[in-house]
């Protein structure tokens, strides 16, 4: 991320015949919004003088004024290379504020602000690398997306068999003229399914980052006559997708999770403690839909206990030693529908309380879970990850950590707002229930 000036924004704009400037935003779940000026109003649009309704946008309820201000962040100004490259579009992402310029305690984007500055506070910083996982299916003859793929590529496989490797190859090339570093990208286990890795970076760079990402693979994909999904579960008979977080925690430039000869530190384990006692409050928000724990069953690669580990690799939380003695706590069950800055402020808050109370990581899962009955389980304590979306707002509720990290009224706009997607799925008659029991009954 640069610190552009206004002076210096300006000047790009001119030099690079950029016409239009969208100014983004996200909504309570994690949707990217935005609003669309002509270059002519960038510096209204700089002087936070840019103004949205927020009477149909969910997340904003608890505001008393309806018309609220958007204010640029000038250090995530970037003109858009899939656009025209004659009058060019560019866009800032935008926090969202009062008209006297405070910016509202309900927005992703200062929840996570009030989470990092805590934490930099006591001089701890947060780097993530996300591992964003999604599929690339076939469009129908009226453009609307499907399922269907004539791919059946696997793991790591490559071209002719991987169909889409040219698609992510645009993707790539598109995210680092935007100053995206990538760390990798490889087909995926499922057919049509790819992932691509960042670098690591400050928490919120990387949040807007996968914001503007998922727009960008949406957008290059289409251009191929694709559609690119994060739905969790499309295909109920191959794995989901998720959004694996690696983590590290510096102090000073170090990373402290690093203890000697290579181990997890106390403070690594304090940390991961953490994680593991809020998990269950905070799945609903890692895991916001009902497709969402489709995939969070055994048998598909995903997480569906509570555990944690350094060799097995199934593990919710996987302890990474790599090569040079670093060492990273992968977080292996969130999912790409859910919103980053949400999922990233729970992580840190819940990590630091773990540092803070000095919690104790449960046993260390060290043989294969799927070779673990029932009653073994038990016997180790492992508890399970919420089994759908009603047990994940329930345990939401119950959670003061989200309740404190949230605020009490976006946290309960966010549950009424889930209930009602789980009441309504709940109401619904499936083609399996036709199938099971409309003969037989």
Not at 233 to 245: C, D, I, Q, Y
Not at 282 to 294: E, F, G, Q, R
């Amino acid at each position: 991320m640069e610190n552009y000036s206004k002076s210096e924004i300006l000047q790009m704009v001119e030099e690079e015949d950029v016409e239009f400037i969208r100014l983004q935003f996200t909504d309570m779940f994690g949707v990217l919004k935005n609003v669309a000026i002509p270059s002519s109003r960038l510096i209204k649009a700089m002087e936070n003088r840019c103004t949205i309704d927020t009477a149909s946008l969910d997340g904003f309820t608890g505001e008393e004024e309806r018309d609220l201000y958007l204010k640029p962040d000038l250090s995530t100004f970037s003109i858009l290379p899939w656009r025209p490259q004659q009058g060019k579009v560019a866009r800032f992402l935008c926090d969202v504020c009062r008209e006297d310029g405070t910016e509202i305690e309900d927005s992703p984007r200062s929840i996570l602000k009030r989470v990092v500055k805590k934490a930099q506070e006591k001089g701890y910083t947060l780097k993530v690398n996300p591992e964003c996982e999604f599929f690339l299916f076939h469009t129908d003859d009226n453009g609307m997306p499907t399922t269907l793929t004539h791919e059946k590529a696997g793991y790591l496989d490559t071209s002719p068999i991987d169909l889409g490797e040219n698609t992510r190859r645009d993707i790539i090339l598109t995210l680092e003229e935007m100053g995206y570093e990538i760390d990798s990208s490889h087909h995926e286990i499922s057919p049509a399914q790819h992932e691509i890795d960042f670098t690591y970076e400050n928490a919120m760079a990387t949040a807007d980052k996968i914001m503007t990402f998922k727009m960008a693979v949406r957008t290059i994909a289409k251009r191929y006559g694709l559609h690119a999904t994060f739905m969790p579960k499309p295909r109920a008979e191959v794995n989901g997708s998720g959004m694996h977080l690696n983590m590290r925690l510096l102090k000073d430039g170090k990373n402290i999770f690093k203890g000697e000869d290579g181990a997890l530190s106390a403070e690594g384990e304090a940390f991961l403690a953490g994680i593991l006692y809020h998990i269950q409050g905070m799945t609903a928000v890692m895991n916001p839909l009902v497709n969402s724990y489709k995939r969070l069953v055994p048998g598909f690669e995903a997480p569906s206990e509570v555990t944690w580990s350094r060799i097995q690799r199934n593990a919710l939380v996987h302890v990474r030693k790599e090569r040079g003695g670093e060492v990273n706590l992968e977080l292996r069950s969130p999912d790409s529908a859910s919103n980053p800055y949400l999922v990233f402020a729970l992580c840190l808050a819940a990590g630091m309380e773990g540092i803070e109370k000095g919690l104790q990581v449960p046993e260390e899962l060290t043989k294969d879970i799927r070779k673990l009955n029932e009653e073994e389980k038990k016997l180790l304590g492992i508890q399970m990850l919420p089994e759908n979306l009603g047990e994940a707002i329930k345990a939401m509720g119950q959670d003061t950590l989200v309740s404190k990290v949230l605020g009490e009224t976006y946290r309960k706009g966010y549950m009424k707002a889930k209930r009602k997607e789980w009441k309504d799925y709940l109401e619904q008659v499936s083609e399996w229930e036709l199938n099971r029991y409309l003969y037989r009954v």
